[in-house]
């Protein structure tokens, strides 16, 4: 959901987290990756201005920062 939110594809996505597109495609699929992949793919989203919501009560989410705000914390 996060790297559609930012228009970036695969390829995209797998460039800035330094990961194979098969990584991501397994990733996106619900299947099991290592925990240092899946931190790498994590800073590369926030990098891109995602911010990763915590769960309270609605469920876990992410939404984008906006402009100039992307090391903001709400």
């Keep these: 959901?996060?790297?559609?939110?930012?228009?970036?594809g695969v390829r995209d996505l797998a460039?800035?987290?330094n990961v194979s597109t098969n990584t991501i495609a397994r990733f996106e699929?619900?299947?099991d990756i290592k925990a240092?992949?899946?931190?790498a793919i994590r800073a590369a989203l926030e990098a891109a201005g995602?911010?990763?919501?915590?769960?309270n009560g609605g469920g876990a989410g992410v939404r984008l920062?906006?402009?100039?705000n992307e090391n903001v914390c709400p």
């Design 15 to 17: 460039e800035s987290a």
């Design 65 to 68: 920062a906006k402009k100039g």
């Design 29 to 31: 699929r619900g299947e």
């Design 50 to 55: 995602v911010q990763f919501i915590a769960e």
């Design 36 to 39: 240092s992949t899946m931190e």
């Design 1 to 8: 959901m996060a790297r559609v939110a930012l228009g970036l």
